[in-house]
Each structure stands twice: as structure tokens, then as C-alpha cells.
């Protein structure tokens, strides 16, 4: 499991360092990683000597990483330039970059254009203007120059530990920000860099190692982002014994005469995503297309038998859909069963969920639903709110509900009522299709109905990772997340990055499911 912390956690592993006197060493490491990160990325594309960097400083530590690297990169025969953004830097940092045979320019009010245009014809830009002592984001001349640049394209662009103007704790971004090909990031990853907008800006983040590791709470984490290894930890297996009612029956209300298809996937997905056997329950012409998609599923006309957990909601529209849906709503709260509310009936949700129901909206969505709940201030939240702090609000979501809340998007946040959030990020933006978000509510249908009480006893797995039981919601969500961003990612790799449907998502998933055990089971003692 990957561990994300706040600016704040990363300083306070570092300061017992700092206060007997390493932090001159600790700067020297992040430096020397940064560097190094740079010399990766230039080789893949031209040779080192004689190519030019231009580093950004700020007038902090950042600042100081950047112009150390920028030191040593002068040192291995590149052509090495600092633009200083703040009348005062890092003096020893500054003083090795001079002596190393660095050019120093001063940014000034003046001439933020003309050094954006220099910029951009350099080989790499480090942007070391800003890092986790940031408050807001760049203002005047820095800000000018970064604006500048963006929209004109730098080749190559390498942020140190953030990129400038993001909050390291919380992934919102102040405007303008210089998108990074590659996140240099010391210590510990930023929660920042692994939820959006932040991570949208952060390219690929590399984690450098400076000392500090073993001091990081890596019990309370700021955020949790599942590996293939977890996966496969946690993903459920049938055992010689099994039967189809033992491994777990998912009742699923989806689709209307209107929207059908959302039936069909979700439960296609489902069946895909390994459950026991799936009930539909639907309307006779939706379910005749369930039926020819999936033959294995069983259409309930009537009362729907017994299921160790509900889908309720994709693609549900009309009165008398959504009174099924709302049914189901009721029978899982009177037997106590885990249940996914998605989209159509989300608007069926009591005052307080158990942490076993799990809302899967969109930012669009999860708007809604908040500023439909009583303890919702006067302010009504926009999808817009949402999109630009998605971790602040998937958390007040899970507070308020007191359900297990999924946040879809290109990163998708998983928090549990407790607090802890996890977040995947595995997908390709072509996943934003239409069905995209029905097959997701099938495969975590799926692993919910396998993760039911009396049909997994999985506590220890859980345990293994460090959760709580009491989180165990929050991490099939997450698994479910992974799996399908995954299915999604093989399923465009199949066509060589192209365009995928929903139905190619959820033809992908028996073979991730499939490879990451297998992973898993080739690398566990
Ligand atoms: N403490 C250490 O020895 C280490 C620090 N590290 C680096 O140090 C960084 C943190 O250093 P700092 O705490 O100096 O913080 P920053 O380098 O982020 O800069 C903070 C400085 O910028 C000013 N500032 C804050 N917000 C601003 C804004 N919006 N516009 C303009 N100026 C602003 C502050 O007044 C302060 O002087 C980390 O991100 C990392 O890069 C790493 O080298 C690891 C070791
Ligand atoms: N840019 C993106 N990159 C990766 N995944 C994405 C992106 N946009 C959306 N997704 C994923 O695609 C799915 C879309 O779901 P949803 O919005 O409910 O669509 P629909 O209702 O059309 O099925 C979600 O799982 C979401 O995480
Ligand atoms: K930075």
C-alpha cells in the first residue's frame, strides 16, 4: 500500500532531523534525487552534455533543492541557468549553483514574458518555486512567468517534491500552475499528488528517499492507494468447496425502459467480476437484454430470493423502477446488507447509511447529494466545488451519510465514515465514456456480494494491509476502483491506446482479476 501525507506530517518527520542539525544533508539527498530524475528523463530523449536547464527558485528550502540539483546538473556538463523569483534564495544553494559555472537571471516585473520565452526553448525546466511551506499560490511576476510558459509548452518540465501553486495536503490547486512531466517527491508522497486536481498536474511521481521515512505516521495516513500486490491480497477466490449461493448472490435494480443499457452492463460486469449468480430485477423488456448479454443471470419478476447484497440504481428511471429500487432500498436495511447506490437512487437514501452501503457518484452527483442533506450549510455545492476539492468533499459526503462514499473520476476517492479515504488512479481518460460508471457499480457489486458476512472471512487480509475491519468497505470500493481502471487501461492498450466502450471494460475484467492473483501468488514466501 502506497502512504500519502500532508506538508505538514512530512515536516514533522523531518524536524527532530532538523533539529540536530541534518537538515543541510536531507536537502543534499533530495537534491541529488532530483538530479538524478532529470538525467532519466533527458536521456531518454537526447544526450546529457551540452543540453540546457533552466531551474525556477523560489526563495524557500524548494527553491534550494532546485538550485543544488541545478548545481550538480551543471557539473555533469549541462548548460545550466536560474531564474531567481524572489529577491532573496537559498544563500549556500545559490552559491554552489554560481560556483558550479551556473547563470544567474533575476525575475522582475518586467520581464516574466521574455524569460517564459527562454524557458520554453530549454531542454528541462525544474520548477523549484514553491514546495510544502506554500500558502496560496503564485502571485505577481512567478505567477506571470508560469502562466506564460504554459501556454506556450515547455519541452520538458520536472517539479521539485510539488508542482508550484499545489497544496501538498489536499491536492487543490491555485491557478496558474506549470504541468509536470515528472513529480520529483522526498520523504513521502504528497496526499497532494495522488488526488485531483494535484495529481492531474503532477505527471508521474517519483518518490525519493531522504531519511525521514521511519518517522512518517504510517498508521494515520492522509490517503491510501491500493498496489497490484494489495490486490491481489484481497481480491476473493472461490475454494474447492464453494457453491454459488457460498460465494455470493448480488441482487441488482438497474436500467428502465428509457435507459437498458445500464442494465445490461452492470450486470454483464457483475458476472464478469466473479459473484456466485445475479438477480435482476426490471422490467420485462430491459430484461430480456440482460438476459441475451448474460444468460447466467436470473430475472425476478416478482420477490427477488435471497442476495447477500444489492446494486441499486444505474441507469433507474420511471416510477415503477424506482419503486423497486426503492424496495430493495428498504430490504437491505431491514436485513442489514451491504448495498450500492448508484446514480438514479441515490435520491433514495435514508438519513443515515450503515458503512456498508457504498454511493458511487460523479462529481455532478455527489453535489447534489450533498446539498441535499439537512446538515449541508445554506451555500449550495456546484460540481465545479466538488471537482476542484474532491477530497474535502468525498470525506463530508461519508461524515454526513455515514455510508462508505466512491468519487468517481479520473482519480477515484474511496472515503470510509471513519475518515480514511483511499485513491486509485489506474484508468486511461478514455474511460469517460458513456456505461463507463455502470460497469463499475457491477464489479463492485460483485466484490461486495463476495465480501458479505457469512461469505468471506476475510478479516485477517485486511489486518495484513493495517485496516480496521471497520474499513474493510472503504477497501472493496478501492479494489473495485483499481479493477476496473485497470480493465479499462488493458482493454485501450488491446487497440494500442485507442478508444475503448464500456463493454470492452468489462470484457477486460476476468483478466485482471485473473493476473493479479496469479501476480500475487507468484511473489507471496
Ligand atoms: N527542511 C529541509 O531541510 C528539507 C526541505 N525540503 C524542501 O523544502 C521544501 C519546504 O521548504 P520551505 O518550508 O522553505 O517552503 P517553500 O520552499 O515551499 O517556500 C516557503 C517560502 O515561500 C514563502 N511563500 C509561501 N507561500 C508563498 C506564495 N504563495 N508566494 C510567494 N512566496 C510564498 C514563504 O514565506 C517561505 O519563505 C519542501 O517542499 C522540499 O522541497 C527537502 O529538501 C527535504 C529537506
Ligand atoms: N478522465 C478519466 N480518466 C480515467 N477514468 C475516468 C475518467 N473520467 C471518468 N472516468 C471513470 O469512468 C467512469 C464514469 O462513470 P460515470 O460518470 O458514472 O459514467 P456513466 O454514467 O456514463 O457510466 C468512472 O468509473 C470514472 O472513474
Ligand atoms: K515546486
Not at 201 to 214: H, T
Not at 251 to 265: E, I
Request: net charge negative; with cysteine; hydrophobic share 45%.
Amino acid at each position: 500500500m502506497i502512504s500519502a501525507f500532508t506538508g505538514q506530517q512530512i515536516r514533522d518527520a523531518e524536524q527532530p532531523l532538523l533539529d540536530s542539525g541534518e537538515g543541510a544533508v536531507l536537502m543534499q539527498r533530495a537534491a541529488y534525487g532530483l538530479a538524478q530524475a532529470v538525467i532519466r528523463e533527458l536521456k531518454k530523449k537526447r544526450r546529457l552534455a551540452g543540453a540546457s536547464v533552466t531551474v525556477l527558485a523560489g526563495k524557500g528550502n524548494n527553491g534550494g533543492d532546485g538550485l543544488y540539483a541545478a548545481a550538480y546538473l551543471a557539473r555533469r556538463g549541462m548548460r545550466s541557468t536560474a531564474v531567481l523569483a524572489a529577491d532573496s534564495v537559498h544563500a549556500e544553494a545559490l552559491a554552489a549553483f554560481r560556483a558550479a559555472g551556473g547563470r544567474v537571471l533575476q525575475l522582475g516585473t518586467s520581464n516574466a514574458e521574455e524569460l517564459a520565452v527562454l524557458c520554453a526553448g530549454e531542454d528541462v525546466i525544474i520548477d523549484a518555486l514553491l514546495g510544502t511551506g506554500a500558502r496560496g499560490g503564485l502571485r505577481d511576476a512567478p505567477a506571470e512567468l508560469i502562466a506564460a510558459l504554459q501556454e506556450l509548452g515547455p519541452r520538458l518540465v520536472v517539479a521539485c517534491d510539488v508542482p508550484s501553486g499545489l497544496d501538498a495536503g489536499t491536492g487543490e490547486v491555485h491557478w496558474p500552475v506549470l504541468d509536470a512531466d515528472v513529480t520529483v517527491t522526498f520523504g513521502g508522497f504528497k496526499a497532494g499528488l495522488l488526488t485531483d486536481p494535484g495529481e492531474g498536474c503532477a505527471g508521474r511521481v517519483e518518490l525519493v528517499r531522504i531519511g525521514i521515512e521511519s518517522a512518517l505516521p504510517e498508521q494515520a495516513p492522509e490517503l491510501r492507494r491500493l498496489t497490484g500486490r494489495d490486490l491481489g491480497a484481497l481480491l476473493p477466490r472461490p475454494g474447492r468447496r464453494s457453491h454459488k449461493y457460498s460465494r455470493g448472490v448480488l441482487g441488482v435494480v438497474a436500467g428502465s425502459s428509457r435507459f437498458s443499457g445500464a442494465a445490461v452492463l452492470g450486470v454483464h460486469a457483475a458476472a464478469l467480476a466473479g459473484v456466485g449468480m445475479v438477480r435482476y430485477i426490471g422490467p420485462e423488456p430491459a430484461a430480456r437484454m440482460v438476459l441475451s448479454r448474460t444468460p447466467e443471470a436470473l430475472w425476478e419478476s416478482g420477490d427477488p430470493g435471497r442476495v447477500q447484497a444489492w446494486v441499486v440504481g444505474p441507469g433507474v428511471d420511471g416510477e415503477e423502477q424506482l419503486g423497486r429500487a426503492g424496495a430493495a432500498v428498504e430490504v437491505a436495511l431491514g436485513n442489514d446488507l451491504p448495498v450500492v447506490v448508484d446514480a438514479g437512487a441515490l435520491s433514495l437514501l435514508p438519513e443515515r447509511c450503515p458503512p456498508h452501503w457504498i454511493l458511487t457518484p460523479h462529481a455532478g452527483e455527489l453535489a447534489s447529494l450533498l446539498d441535499s442533506l439537512p446538515s449541508t450549510g445554506e451555500v449550495a455545492v456546484t460540481r465545479a466545488d466538488v471537482e476542484s476539492r474532491p477530497l474535502h468533499f468525498v470525506r463530508q459526503a461519508a461524515q454526513q451519510t455515514g455510508a462508505t462514499v466512491l468519487l468517481k473520476g479520473a482519480t477515484t476517492l474511496v472515503a470510509s465514515p471513519s475518515g480514511i479515504v483511499f485513491s486509485q488512479s489506474e484508468g486511461t481518460p478514455w474511460m469517460a465514456t458513456a456505461g463507463s460508471g455502470d460497469v463499475l457499480a457491477g464489479v463492485l457489486g460483485a466484490l461486495v456480494a463476495q465480501a458479505a458476512d457469512g461469505i468471506a472471512d476475510d478479516d485477517a487480509a485486511y489486518a495484513g494491509l493495517g485496516l480496521d475491519p471497520a474499513d474493510r468497505w472503504a477497501a472493496v470500493a478501492a479494489v473495485a476502483a483499481s479493477v476496473h481502471g485497470r480493465a479499462g487501461t488493458v482493454a485501450s492498450a488491446a487497440c494500442d491506446g485507442g478508444p475503448l466502450t464500456a463493454s470492452a471494460i468489462a470484457a477486460a475484467v476476468p483478466g485482471v482479476i485473473g493476473s493479479l492473483s496469479a501476480e500475487y501468488d507468484r511473489t507471496i514466501p
